[in-house]
């Protein structure tokens, strides 16, 4: 088992829902990023996700889309992003450490080499946004290879048999799309349908759900934790760093881990 699968066993086990949390390496720029990084493992999330900076994110929506643009202006490249985790992870070893990356950094290395280096800067898997369950083998192979877990992620629109092999091509969790579209914070979303949608995926999937677009803040994560097994949360966060407000990153991220427990506290008394 990776330590991803180990982190979200341990979750279940104490009848925790996981905070996920995503920043972009080198946004607004390094030194910034690394406290917005520190600030989100410190308050409260049990998941970090780094962002990989890529020229054509097509996933992402303006604001993170603006933290990929800027960080390689800044001159963020792989070594940077796994220097980060290294550092990281060695302060903080208790919280698995994904990269959020497109495809195409990894092909450009070489598969067998990213992974390689990866798990050199105790990297713990990949989210890969962009990669079709039906193509993953190859980059499968090699994660299970070096002990790293491979998230791949489904969508409103996936059907049963699409989330079968989702479910199949990924090693410990999924990555549900609350909505269609683009990342982005929302004022609202649609809580009934994707309900349905989770009822859907836990028919076919017994792995662990977690979702993302779109949370912003604790009402989001309370009624996801409702359904789901983690709450990933991105633009809001990246949103904060970008404007260097660091206290109500930190502010933010207490909160929305509330959300999270709230719910957890309120299951255990029913």
Do not use: W
Request: glycine share 8%; proline share 5%; charged share 30%.
């Amino acid at each position: 088992m990776t330590f991803l699968g180990e982190k979200l066993k341990k979750l279940k086990e104490e009848g925790r829902k996981a905070l996920v949390g995503y920043m972009m390496v080198g946004y607004p720029d390094y030194d910034t990023s690394l406290k917005a990084f520190e600030i989100l493992l410190s308050e409260g999330v049990d998941i970090l996700e780094l962002g990989f900076p890529f020229s054509d994110p097509v996933a992402d929506g303006p604001t993170i889309q603006l933290a990929h643009e800027v960080a390689l202006k800044n001159g963020i490249t792989s070594k940077e992003v796994f220097e980060t985790a290294r550092r990281l992870k060695v302060n903080f070893p208790e919280v698995p450490i994904v990269l959020m990356t497109y495809y195409n950094p990894i092909f450009r290395m070489g598969l067998e080499r990213f992974c390689e280096r990866a798990k050199e800067n105790l990297v713990d898997g990949f989210i890969v946004p962009d990669l079709p369950p039906e193509e993953s083998g190859p980059l499968k192979e090699a994660t299970n290879n070096y002990e790293l877990s491979l998230v791949l992620l489904a969508s409103p629109t996936s059907t049963e048999k699409r989330l079968k092999l989702i479910c199949t091509m990924s090693d410990d969790m999924v990555y549900f799309v609350s909505v269609t579209g683009t990342t982005g914070a929302r004022r609202e979303l649609p809580f009934e349908e994707l309900e349905e949608n989770l009822k859907r995926y836990k028919s076919v999937c017994s792995k662990p759900v977690v979702v993302g677009f779109g949370v912003s803040k604790r009402e989001h994560a309370e009624r996801i934790s409702a359904v789901a097994d983690g709450v990933v949360v991105g633009s809001l966060f990246v949103r904060l760093a970008g404007k260097r407000d660091l206290k109500y990153l930190a502010e933010a991220v207490r909160d929305l881990s509330k959300g999270v427990k709230h719910f957890q506290i309120k299951e255990r008394n029913l």
